[in-house]
């Protein structure tokens, strides 16, 4: 059984980002998990568009802690390996969710996340650019297999003014 997360609300990172060359996770992109297990299509947009009123296009920039990589398993078998995000911006968003984080990697099976030189690059790279800009909010249909399955539903991009 795949892990069903709903509806889900991303704030991303710049597709063009260095951390993207590490991204073993989602090949929607790097995101920081806003909002998940929303009920229905309906419900999941009005949230989608209650926090990009909120964001009002403002500037969020984060920071990755690589010190401090968190790895496991969820009792339908997604594994995943993240590293917990900071805004470093003067005013934390009223949208920023409590144990923000990215996550680098997922599998499903009972291979967790072992490769320990991958870990060590992942590390490296976000040590060498500790920071990034949130340029877009998406709502995403998580059902079913992440690199098969999940579904990019709406999408809104930060203005590029502000950035």
């Not at 059984?1 to 073993?24: K, L, Q, S, T």
Request: net charge positive; glycine share 4%.
């Amino acid at each position: 059984m795949m892990e069903n997360f709903r509806y889900c609300i991303w704030a991303c990172v710049d597709p063009g980002h260095p951390w993207e060359n590490y991204n073993n996770a989602s090949r929607q992109g790097l995101h920081i998990t806003v909002a998940s297990h929303l009920p229905n299509l309906e419900s999941a947009l009005q949230t989608f568009n209650r926090i990009i009123r909120e964001h009002n296009d403002a500037t969020t920039t984060i920071f990755l802690d690589p010190g401090d990589p968190v790895s496991g398993t969820t009792p339908w078998r997604f594994n995943y390996l993240y590293f917990k995000a900071h805004v470093t911006s003067p005013q934390k968003p009223s949208w920023w969710p409590l144990n923000a984080c990215i996550s680098f990697y997922y599998s499903y099976g009972k291979e967790k996340f072992k490769n320990i030189s991958r870990l060590f690059y992942n590390q490296k790279n976000i040590q060498k650019y500790n920071s990034a800009k949130i340029t877009n909010f998406k709502l995403v249909c998580c059902r079913g297999h992440f690199n098969l399955h999940w579904l990019v539903v709406k999408e809104h991009f930060v203005l590029k003014q502000f950035l």
